[in-house]
């Protein structure tokens, strides 16, 4: 499957921004889809994941109440909504995906996804 991440971009702090990921090659439902985040000199961390089925989606603590993951799986596109961005925000933002067995199967580490997008940079701020 190949990823195609987009929207990111400029914002001033407390604005919003939603990403798309749009899949190709592949079925999406098959696979669990999640965003991690990227800034110079640390490690790809955790942001939003949800399970093939949609059912089921999980955020990190950083973002927890900011930030939600959705997916259309008839689009072959998964979104990570981002309010009240804040300056700590900013990263170069990576979707992943990888096929799971169960409909609810979720995935959080980023070793176990074997499909990346190449990310979209989101910068926050004044």
């Known amino acids: 499957v190949q990823l195609q991440a987009s929207g990111g971009g400029l914002v001033q702090p407390g604005g919003s921004l939603t990403l798309s990921c749009v899949a190709s090659?592949?079925?999406?439902?098959?696979?669990?889809m999640g965003w991690f985040r990227q800034t110079p000199g640390k490690e790809r961390e955790f942001v939003a994941a949800?399970?093939?089925?949609?059912?089921?989606?999980h955020v990190a603590n950083s973002v927890r109440g900011r930030f939600s993951i959705s997916r259309d799986n008839a689009k072959n596109t998964v979104y990570l909504h981002m309010n009240s961005l804040k300056p700590e925000d900013t990263a170069v933002y990576y979707c992943?995906?990888?096929?799971?067995?169960?409909?609810?199967?979720?995935?959080?580490?980023?070793?176990?996804?074997?499909?990346w997008g190449q990310g979209t940079l989101v910068t926050v701020s004044s």
């Open positions: 992943a995906a990888e096929p799971t067995e169960g409909d609810d199967t979720f995935l959080d580490a980023p070793e176990v996804y074997g499909y």
């Open positions: 090659g592949d079925i999406l439902y098959t696979y669990c």
């Open positions: 949800v399970t093939r089925s949609g059912r089921s989606s």
